[in-house]
């Protein structure tokens, strides 16, 4: 049971760049999100996703894209990579029914735009 | 929008002393509010929750209080050990699945 695995764990774009952070889970997990962490600022919700098929806005969406086509996988895109966009961000995902009960997080990915 | 205020940002006690950090929110709807700990490169980890229907929980030396009606909840931490040094973030949802986080307190133990 590996739980969260997200890939990569480190990152260099340069400006205008796309790429996808991938995140699977093992756990069945209905609820999936994504989160950027920056100093100062917390966890930042980006998009979340309450089950397959299904994809909401967090407090940060602007410049990422996200799709649920499984129950397995929440990968997160960046359109057009910007500075701005250098952090860490971090998957996590919780069980069914699942904002109301602990998440699990990923490793996290350090992400750094030039 | 949901916000979620956390305060000190940064909190430094000697060891054995009590710490106490403190979370508002604005969405009356929230119900449910956990507390997570981050160790310095690792990803948060779950240490305590609670639900809008219940006013205090506890674990051990951790716990935490809720005020529904003044919107605010807090993480008490007692007899701290150089272990708890760690940053803690707080957080609330309600049934929409957005989890707000506070921006956290960074919690220094001094032996």
């Known amino acids: 049971n590996a739980g969260v695995t997200q890939t990569p764990k480190f990152q260099v774009l340069k400006t205008g760049q796309s790429m996808t952070l991938q995140c699977a889970q093992d756990?069945?997990?209905?609820?999936m999100s994504w989160y950027r962490q920056d100093p100062g600022m917390g966890l930042r919700l980006i998009h979340y996703?309450?089950?397959?098929?299904?994809?909401d806005q967090g407090e940060v969406p602007n410049g990422y894209n996200v799709s649920r086509s499984t129950t397995e996988d929440f990968p997160l895109r960046l359109l057009s990579a910007a500075p701005s966009q250098t952090s860490v961000y971090f998957c996590?995902?919780?069980?069914?029914?699942?904002?109301?009960?602990?998440?699990?997080f990923g490793n996290g990915t350090r992400l750094t735009v030039t | 929008g949901e916000n979620v205020e956390q305060h000190p940002s940064t909190l430094s006690v000697q060891e054995g002393d009590s710490a106490v950090i403190k979370c508002t929110y604005s969405d009356s709807a929230s119900n449910y509010f956990p507390w997570y700990k981050q160790e310095l490169g690792k990803r948060p980890q779950l240490i305590i929750d609670i639900r809008s229907n219940v006013g205090e929980k506890k674990d051990q030396r951790i716990a935490v209080t809720l005020n529904k009606t003044a919107k605010h909840f807090s993480l008490h931490i007692t007899e701290t050990q150089p272990e708890d040094s760690a940053v803690y973030f707080c957080a609330a949802t309600s049934n929409t699945g957005k989890l707000i986080f506070g921006q956290g307190t960074t919690l220094q133990v001094k032996p």
């Open positions: 756990m069945n997990h209905e609820y």
């Open positions: 996590a995902s919780s069980r069914r029914g699942g904002y109301n009960s602990p998440l699990h």
């Open positions: 996703s309450v089950g397959a098929g299904i994809t």
